[in-house]
Each structure stands twice: as C-alpha cells, then as structure tokens.
C-alpha cells in the first residue's frame, strides 16, 4: 500500500512542479506532499500492513490502536526522525502539540500494554496479589484466596485506556 502512496507522491510532484514546497529541505517537501496524499485517502489514518514477520505484525497491531493522529506523530519522529517542528509542518499543527500527542501515543502504548499484560498473566497477578496480602496480614489471617475487583492504575493509564474504549466504540 505504502508503494501506491510514494508512486502517488511522485507523480503528483512530476505533474505541478511549481506546486512542491521549496522553501523548506527538499525531504521535508516530499514528506508533505506524500502526508497530504496519503491523509486525502486514509480518513481514517490506517493503512493495514500485511507482514510475514511475526513480531512486525504484533508491532502493527499495536501501533494500530493508538488514536491515529497520535500515532502518526510519533512516527513521524521517532521512526523518520523529524523533529517536532518538522513534524508539526509535515501535519499542519505546532511543534507543543506534536510534543502532546507524542507523550499521548506513548501513554496509549504503556496503557495498553499494562492492560493486555493484567488480562494475560491475571492468573499470576493475582497470585502475587495473595502473597503479598499473606504477607502483609502475617499469622492474624490465614487468607487462601483474592478476588481482585478494582486495579488502580496511574491515572494516565487510566485516561488512555478509557480514550481507547471510546475510541473503539
């Protein structure tokens, strides 16, 4: 898909090349046209990726959560290394909201990650949520079960993961 997108980018710039930016580096120029190009068919930001490698796609998938402005500006920095200037040009927004939607796509990232991992390993969660009540309660009580009902999460965690609910719904 990626390939169509470049193709499109290209030809847009071969076509109207009094319209490529030249007041800027020519790589961020070519960024530009192809970010407006791909934003015009991708309402949405997503383009699925289909990948033969296991850990790429476990990768995509992920990444395929975080609400898709966020996850575009950190792409755009972290992956092709634009700074949040360059970004915020690439994106038509200021380089502090580039800073904030990066730290929000972070969040999202550990968020989801920290659920995914509580809803895995709930069996082992759990079992050393019950040790550590064992020990906190010492001989007093002989506990031989937990039930946990409400894990507290920073409430960063807790904002992402609801942003993730409402978004999926």
Do not use: C
Not at 18 to 33: I, M, Q, S
């Amino acid at each position: 898909h990626g390939d169509a997108y470049v193709r499109a980018a290209l030809e847009a710039i071969v076509a109207a090349p009094g319209d490529f930016p030249r007041d800027v580096d020519a790589r961020l120029g070519l960024y530009r046209t192809f970010q407006r190009i791909w934003s015009s068919t991708n309402s949405d930001g997503r383009d699925s990726v289909e990948t033969s490698d296991e850990s790429e796609s476990i990768a995509q998938a992920r990444l395929s959560r975080i609400t898709p402005f966020s996850r575009q500006a950190l792409l755009l920095t972290a992956m092709e290394g634009f700074t949040p200037e360059d970004t915020a040009y690439l994106i038509d927004t200021t380089a502090p909201e580039i800073d904030r939607l990066v730290a929000e796509a972070l969040n999202e990232i550990t968020a989801l990650r920290t659920a995914e991992v509580i809803v895995q390993k709930r069996e082992e969660v759990k079992s050393q949520a019950l040790e550590s009540a064992r020990r906190k309660v010492g001989t007093v009580l002989m506990l031989e079960d937990v039930v946990l009902e409400d894990i507290n999460l920073t409430q960063s965690h807790e904002h992402a993961i609801e942003a993730k609910m409402v978004q999926e719904q």
